[in-house]
């Protein structure tokens, strides 16, 4: 049997026993680093996730500060064009559609037609029955009129009891027939007047090398035609 020196080997032990210790000491401080390092990535988590819910929140905030602004930019564009008693675009509106379609016209070599309307002694309206009367009987009469229209035709106020209709690509003898499609409509519909109310329409179509001038001037010129005679339509060529 070999001979063994017993305080060497026990030297030995206490050495072995100091390195498990030292290890054991330092998976200890691993796990503690470990457990630390994981409390901070789960409150990190949380933090970004409340960050996140936060910046979802802001852009929801967001969206509908945009979705608000684009309604009332809608609202004062509607306010800008429209016109208050008949809720039909105003004068201003029908206008930059007009001179729309005129340029549309020269470039393209379209035609396109305008309609004037007056309201025959509408001032016995107002006399009769009020100001305030009078523009039921407008507002009454305006969406009579529109309603009358396809989606791609338009209508505005043009000023006191008169309104204007743009048609493109439409001939003046197709907007005769429109102009007494809305003549009789108006005869025959009951504002709660004592009379039934009547309009004159004075129509005419875009012409080579014509002016916007000219134009109004030729409608103007078949209005006063029709008001002659009251409850008419006439065409000027």
Not at 25 to 32: A, D, G, K, N, P
Request: with cysteine; aromatic share 10%; charged share 30%.
């Amino acid at each position: 049997m070999e001979n063994y020196n017993i305080d060497a080997m026990i030297k030995q032990i206490a050495i072995l026993e100091k390195k498990l210790q030292r290890s054991e000491h330092s998976r200890r401080l691993i796990e503690q680093a470990m457990d630390h390092y994981d409390l901070v990535y789960r409150s990190s988590i949380d933090k970004l996730g409340s960050q996140k819910n936060l910046l979802d929140a802001k852009n929801q905030e967001l969206d509908f500060k945009r979705l608000e602004l684009l309604a009332k930019n809608a609202e004062l564009q509607e306010v800008s064009t429209t016109d208050g008693v008949t809720r039909i675009y105003n004068r201003r509106k029908i206008n930059e559609i007009f001179n729309e379609k005129y340029l549309q016209a020269q470039r393209y070599r379209i035609s396109f037609s305008v309609i004037i309307i007056d309201v025959d002694w509408f001032k016995l309206v107002n006399d009769t029955y009020g100001h305030q009367a009078g523009d039921k009987v407008l507002f009454e009469l305006a969406q009579l009129m529109k309603g009358s229209l396809r989606i791609t035709e338009y209508i505005g106020r043009w000023g006191g009891e008169e309104f204007f209709i743009v048609l493109p690509n439409t001939s003046a003898n197709d907007g005769y027939v429109l102009a007494e499609k809305i003549r009789l409509k108006v005869s025959n519909y009951n504002f709660g007047t004592s009379k039934h109310l009547t309009c004159s329409f004075g129509i005419t179509e875009y012409m080579k090398d014509d002016s916007i001038e000219k134009i109004i001037k030729r409608a103007d010129m078949a209005l006063y035609q029709a008001k002659e005679r009251r409850n008419c339509s006439c065409i000027f060529k």
